[in-house]
């Protein structure tokens, strides 16, 4: 990416930084000349995804908890940015244990906010998610457009756009939410219950077992490569008050939507790819991807078993305001993206 368009020596925290989305963010960070501080609780996240960090003087590891307060304090000392990723995913994790995601999600998310605010951090960036769009039937997805949410899950991310949104007009402290839509890639976890498809998908491809497909194949994604999901952190973190409250004005004209330029940066953001493509063709496309290395996995059957609840049946994102708006151009289709995901999984 163009030097204009990165973090560059700056002073970064990522929470949530051992974790499959977090590392990859901790390690382009360092590769820029930043210095990096991680928060971790290490409960998802793996030290073995900050091999590489570690072995950088610009690098500090905190191993704390974001619902510890004073861990969050610690953390966020001298920052220019937050990239905060910390939270417990998955929709049947929070319908197995609502207690614990919302604690984390919610409680967790709001005293990081709380501490960014105190330290003077300018800008917040967060991960939110496309599962806030809960059941609402339009594709493809808009901001400002929502459904009733559909598991805990997605509660606690709505809630905290709710709260990054009210931190901005009472504090004043900068917030951008990062609707992430089905993101994959290197160090994506294949293992453990609440593994998300793709990398569950390729462990079992590449065992010669035959993957289970949640319903009948025809449920679509908007597959979104790590490498779009860096971008759209840096471009989130750096693109100037100014512009981007002037982009802000025109986007929001052209949707019919008032606007007040006077207002406190505080807005939400689809990241995505802006395709969608069903499980029964993401199974092709991991097995012909597979086959280059493996060609009796061409040969594997998929079975299928029942719906997952709290899903919804397709999902495709509009990623027409974070090109307006901050200059997001994802860079990898689905298909680049597993050719380099399956490269990763198969050394």
């Known amino acids: 990416m163009e030097e204009s368009k990165i973090i560059k020596d700056k002073r970064v925290l ?40 570690l072995q950088n003087d610009r690098f500090n590891l905190i191993e704390g908890d974001i619902r510890n307060f004073e861990d969050c304090v610690a953390a966020v000392q001298g920052c220019d940015y937050v990239l905060h990723q910390a939270a417990l995913g998955s929709v049947p994790r929070s319908i197995a244990d609502p207690m614990t995601t919302t604690d984390v999600n919610i409680g967790g998310f709001v005293k990081m906010l709380f501490a960014a605010k105190e330290a003077g951090v300018k800008r917040f960036v967060y991960a939110a998610s496309s599962s806030t769009y809960g059941d609402h039937p339009s594709l493809p997805k808009v901001e400002h457009i929502i459904g009733n ?65 949640n319903g009948d194949g025809s449920y679509s994604r908007d597959f979104t490569y790590i490498e779009n999901v860096i971008q759209a ?12 409250k ?18 406190t940066i505080s807005e939400v953001f689809n990241v995505a790819y802006g395709e969608r493509t069903t499980l029964k063709e993401l199974v092709e496309n991991l097995k012909s991807a597979l086959a280059i290395y493996d060609p009796k996995i061409t040969d594997i059957e998929v079975k299928y078993g029942p719906n997952r609840g709290g899903d919804i049946p397709h999902s495709l994102a509009s990623i027409n305001k974070a090109s307006v708006i901050l200059g997001y151009s994802p860079e990898f289709s689905l298909k680049t993206g597993i050719d380099q995901a399956v490269k990763w999984y198969k050394k």
Not at 17 to 22: L, R, V
Not at 246 to 263: F, N, R, V
Request: charged share 20%; net charge negative; hydrophobic share 40%.
């Open 14 to 53: 990522v929470t949530g930084g051992a974790g499959f989305i977090g590392s990859n963010l901790v390690d382009v960070l360092l590769d820029q000349g930043n210095e990096v501080i991680c928060l971790d609780n290490f409960s998802t996240g793996k030290r073995e995804n900050l091999q590489f960090a």
């Open 246 to 263: 002037e982009k802000l004005k025109h986007y929001s004209e052209s949707i019919g939507k008032l606007h007040d330029p006077t207002c």
């Open 233 to 244: 952190n840096q471009l989130a973190a750096i693109t100037p008050t100014i512009d981007f």
């Open 149 to 213: 949410a559909l598991s805990p899950y997605a509660i606690t991310k709505y809630v905290d756009e709710l709260f990054a949104k009210n931190f901005s007009d009472i504090y004043g402290i900068e917030t951008i939410g990062l609707r992430y839509f089905n993101v994959f890639g290197r160090r994506q976890d294949p293992n453990g219950a609440y593994a998300a498809v793709i990398p569950k998908f390729v462990s079992e491809l590449m065992a010669h077992n035959s993957p289970v497909i």
